[in-house]
């Protein structure tokens, strides 16, 4: 009964992990521009260059550890995506859904 409880709670505890569903749909009409240029640039260290990219921008730093980030140069033609040197597409969707609808998290810094 102990070891059923343990993985109960490990896999629930996964569950919110990732709280997204990578095949839920979004309003697509929403968007910033449907025209956007982006940049990817693949880092050994997320956080650090999610961090460094933070903070050269004049913000703060992540809070919370990340799988990627996007930044924009301007929010309407230019986006930079930093992932990781290895990323999945539920991974490179996110934050290309960064690059055309904003800031669509809720409570999150950025």
């Not at 990578?22 to 025209?35: G, L, Q």
């Not at 982006?38 to 933070?54: G, L, M, R, Y």
């Not at 969707?93 to 800031?103: L, N, P, S, V, Y």
């Amino acid at each position: 009964m102990k070891k059923l409880l343990l993985v109960l709670v490990l896999l629930s505890s996964n569950a919110f992990a990732y709280p997204e569903d990578p095949h839920e749909e979004f309003d697509m009409t929403h968007n910033i521009s449907n025209n956007m240029n982006i940049t990817f640039k693949q880092a050994a260290d997320i956080n650090q260059a999610c961090n460094a990219e933070a903070v050269r921008r004049g913000y703060s730093p992540y809070t919370y550890k990340v799988d990627a980030c996007t930044f924009w140069n301007n929010p309407h033609t230019e986006c930079l995506i930093i992932t990781e040197r290895t990323a999945n597409f539920h991974t490179i969707g996110h934050e290309m859904r960064h690059c055309i609808q904003g800031q669509f998290h809720h409570g999150k810094d950025k």
